[in-house]
């Protein structure tokens, strides 16, 4: 077993590295490359080159894909400041609202309309799919232009880790409603599971803010090596934990824990060491990927038939068009309102990890989200990721080099 868990990472990491590296070198996201290299794998067998028809159900490679996404939100969560979020602003909070509410009532009804036969919380993670614009998409494109630093940047950037932020409460309570069944008393289930998540979220934030620098100052003293390291994961893994225990999913724990954590000076208390961040981004860079090229081994082409075509291009449109309404809730004065919109299309990471919750979850004894479904959202995830930035370029252009803000302290999600 060990032999053939070796051979199967093997070739899953470099596939994974091998279409990032190609993504970015096409000036795409790294991750488009790895679920596209993932999708690949996936057809070898209908070419006749078998090997990797187990690869997606091996439960192992599942474990470890998962502890990937984990750390994922971890880092978002690291990267996330408290005083980002106070300074957006107005405009970038209600851009974010809208962008959540606008585009899952849009998906709603699309799975309504193409999907009658499912239930209405299937419906509903169709809708939610949408919700959740990527950050580091949206980041690296603006960056890139020099336009960061433009007041519509500013608020595309805020907006988007807030709308981060609600799409994981949305992802709480979709978790809950599947677990309730979706049938009578929906609302009732829709409102325990919301407050349950902001009471999650609450106590972990305050519990955790303070606890967690006395919890560190403590270990420093020890001087083993990895301690402080070794604590911030054993943070990460209980309180992602904690928020499965209590029926949220443990992504939303991970995220919590990057949030108590990005206050603790792990500097210095690590004698000027590297930051958090940076002690965690080589576990990362093998794991998260792991978790994406999975992801597109799960995708059946086979299952896209007519039906799902037609699903995956109405989500495409609904997610593109859905986030334009965040046009109207733009209140500053002298911001282009449709470079907002725009900025707000891409969905990346987010959008993935609901689907594969959605098509995991299986209350009734069958899955929320079937294999069609679920290659229709990544079908839609990988063409608004292609869109964005020539829609963004041809809106905003490019500033001159000294007009370029600094890099974003945010990441995608």
Same mark, same amino acid.
Do not use: N
């Given at each position: 077993? !060990?032999?053939?868990?070796?051979?199967? *990472?093997?070739? =899953?990491?470099? #596939?994974?590295?091998?279409?990032?590296?190609?993504?970015?070198? *096409?000036?795409?996201?790294?991750?488009?490359g790895e679920l596209l290299a993932g999708v690949a794998l996936g057809a070898l067998p209908a070419l006749g080159l078998h090997g990797t028809e187990g690869l997606a159900r091996d439960a192992v490679l599942e474990a470890l894909a998962e502890l990937g996404v984990i750390l994922l939100l971890f880092e978002v969560g690291l990267s996330t400041r408290f005083a980002d979020l106070v300074k957006v602003g107005a405009s970038a909070f209600l851009v974010a609202c809208i962008g959540v509410?606008?585009?899952?009532? =849009?998906?709603?009804?699309?799975?309504?309309?193409?999907?009658?036969?499912?239930?209405?919380?299937?419906? *509903?993670?169709?809708?939610?799919?949408?919700?959740?614009?990527?950050?580091? /998409?949206?980041? %690296?494109?603006?960056?890139?232009?020099?336009? !960061?630093?433009?007041?519509?940047?500013? !608020?595309?950037?805020?907006?988007?880790? /807030?709308?981060?932020?609600?799409?994981? *409460?949305?992802?709480?309570?979709?978790?809950?409603?599947?677990?309730?069944?979706?049938g009578s008393g929906v609302m009732t289930v829709l409102a325990w599971v919301g407050a349950k998540a902001v009471g999650f979220l609450g106590v972990a934030l305050v519990a955790g803010r303070w606890a967690a620098?006395?919890?560190?100052? /403590?270990?420093?003293?020890?001087?083993?090596?990895?301690?402080?390291?070794?604590?911030?994961?054993?943070?990460?893994?209980?309180?992602?934990?904690?928020?499965?225990?209590?029926?949220?999913?443990? !992504?939303?724990?991970?995220?919590?824990?990057?949030?108590?954590?990005?206050?603790?000076?792990?500097?210095?208390?690590?004698?000027?060491?590297?930051?958090?961040?940076? %002690?965690?981004?080589?576990?990362?860079?093998?794991?998260?990927?792991?978790?994406f090229v999975r992801m597109g081994l799960a995708v059946d082409l086979?299952?896209?038939?007519?039906?799902?075509?037609?699903?995956?291009?109405?989500?495409?449109?609904?997610? /593109? =068009?859905?986030?334009?309404?965040?046009?109207?809730?733009?209140?500053?004065?002298?911001?282009?309102?449709? #470079?907002?919109?725009l900025g707000m299309i891409p969905r990346g990471e987010v959008g993935l990890i609901f689907a594969n919750i959605g098509m995991s979850l299986a209350p009734g004894g069958r899955p929320l989200l079937g294999p069609g479904a679920f290659a229709a959202i990544v079908a839609m995830v990988l063409v608004t990721t292609l869109v964005t930035p020539p829609l963004l370029r041809w809106r905003m252009g490019t500033a001159p080099a000294a007009a370029a803000g600094p890099a974003p302290t945010v990441r995608a999600a």
């Open positions: 077993m !060990i032999a053939h868990l070796l051979v199967a *990472l093997a070739v =899953l990491l470099t #596939a994974a590295k091998l279409g990032g590296v190609l993504a970015a070198r *096409l000036g795409q996201p790294p991750v488009l509410v606008v585009p899952m009532a =849009l998906g709603y009804g699309v799975g309504a309309w193409l999907l009658p036969e499912a239930s209405p919380v299937a419906h *509903l993670f169709l809708g939610a799919a949408l919700s959740a614009t990527s950050v580091g /998409i949206t980041a %690296r494109v603006l960056r890139d232009m020099g336009r !960061i630093g433009s007041p519509a940047g500013q !608020i595309v950037l805020g907006a988007a880790v /807030i709308d981060d932020v609600l799409g994981l *409460l949305v992802l709480a309570v979709m978790v809950g409603l599947a677990g309730g069944g979706g620098p006395r919890l560190f100052a /403590i270990a420093a003293r020890l001087r083993g090596q990895g301690v402080l390291f070794t604590l911030a994961l054993v943070v990460c893994f209980a309180l992602s934990w904690a928020a499965s225990a209590v029926g949220l999913a443990p !992504i939303v724990g991970a995220f919590a824990a990057g949030l108590v954590l990005e206050g603790v000076p792990f500097a210095e208390l690590s004698d000027g060491a590297e930051r958090l961040e940076e %002690r965690l981004t080589p576990l990362a860079a093998v794991l998260v990927p792991l978790f086979g299952a896209l038939g007519t039906g799902s075509l037609a699903l995956a291009g109405a989500l495409s449109v609904a997610a /593109i =068009l859905g986030k334009q309404a965040c046009a109207l809730a733009v209140v500053t004065p002298g911001v282009d309102r449709l #470079a907002v919109g």
